[in-house]
C-alpha cells in the first residue's frame, strides 16, 4: 500500500532562511507527487506537482521541489522564507486512482521575525 | 482565478442529524472528490465522483454518507445521521482531465457534531 511520510511535524524557521521540508513516499512505482499548502482558515493550496520528467520543479510562491527516485523523497525547498509563509505544508502522492491522494500528516513552519 | 466554493463554511449539528454539505466545482471540470481532515489528522480521501456516479469510496465512506450531483452545478455529500467522529473539516476537490489535471480543492466546510 502507498503511504507517505512527513517526518517533521513542526519546523521554526527565521524571516529570510532557508526551508526544507521533507517529504518520503512509498509507492511501487512513480507516482504523481504534490505539494500543498494550507494557510489557517484556507483550503489547500496547491504548490507545485510532479508528473514525469525534470526531476526538479519549481512551484508558486519560490518554492521548488526535488524528485529524488533513489530515495523515494520529494522535499520541498525555498530559499529565502517570507512570514507570510508561515502555514501547513502537505506533501501527497496519486497512485492507483485518479484524483485519490493520499497525504502525509503535513508540516506546520512557524516564521520567527 | 477560477475555484471551487463550499457552503456552509461551518455548521453546527446534533448527533442523529441530517448534514448536506455543498460544493460548486469549476465549471468546466469533470471529477470531483471529496475528502475530510479530523482535527490533528491527514486529509483522507472518501469519495471520487464521475459521469453522475462513484467512481471510488474509501472504507470511511459507508452507507451513512452519500454524494449527488442534483444539478449542472453543484455537488453536494450528504451525511444522513450524523455521529461525533463525523466532526472534521471536508475538503471539495475538482479537477478537469484524469492524469495530468490537478486538483483544486475548496476551502473547506468545518463540521461540529455535538
Known amino acids: 500500500a502507498q503511504s507517505v511520510t512527513q517526518p517533521d511535524i513542526h519546523i521554526t524557521v527565521s524571516e529570510g532562511a532557508s526551508l526544507e521540508l521533507r517529504c518520503n513516499y512509498s509507492y511501487g512505482a512513480t507516482p504523481y507527487l504534490f505539494w500543498y499548502v494550507q494557510s489557517p482558515g484556507q483550503g489547500l493550496q496547491l504548490l507545485l506537482k510532479y508528473f514525469s520528467g525534470d526531476t526538479l520543479v519549481q512551484g508558486i510562491k519560490g518554492f521548488e521541489a526535488e524528485f529524488k527516485r533513489s530515495q523515494s523523497s520529494f522535499n520541498l525547498r525555498k530559499p529565502s522564507v517570507h512570514w507570510s509563509d508561515a502555514a501547513e505544508y502537505f506533501c501527497?502522492?496519486?497512485?492507483?486512482?485518479?484524483?485519490?491522494?493520499?497525504f502525509g500528516a503535513g508540516t506546520q513552519v512557524v516564521v520567527t521575525p | 482565478e477560477p475555484e471551487v466554493t463550499q457552503t456552509p463554511s461551518h455548521q453546527v449539528t446534533q448527533m442523529g442529524q441530517e448534514v448536506i454539505l455543498r460544493c460548486v466545482p469549476i465549471s468546466n471540470h469533470l471529477y470531483f472528490y471529496w475528502y475530510r481532515q479530523i482535527l490533528g489528522q491527514k486529509v483522507e480521501f472518501l469519495v471520487s465522483?464521475?459521469?453522475?456516479?462513484?467512481?471510488?469510496k474509501s472504507e470511511i465512506f459507508d452507507d451513512q454518507f452519500s454524494v449527488e450531483r442534483p444539478d449542472g452545478s453543484n455537488f453536494t455529500l450528504k451525511i444522513r445521521s450524523t455521529k461525533l467522529e463525523d466532526s472534521a473539516m471536508y475538503f471539495c476537490?475538482?479537477?478537469?482531465?484524469?492524469?495530468?489535471?490537478?486538483?483544486?480543492f475548496g476551502e473547506g466546510s468545518r463540521l461540529t457534531v455535538l
Open positions: 465522483f464521475y459521469n453522475n456516479e462513484i467512481s471510488e
Open positions: 501527497a502522492v496519486e497512485g492507483d486512482s485518479w484524483g485519490k491522494l493520499q
Open positions: 476537490a475538482s479537477r478537469s482531465l484524469a492524469g495530468t489535471g490537478e486538483l483544486f
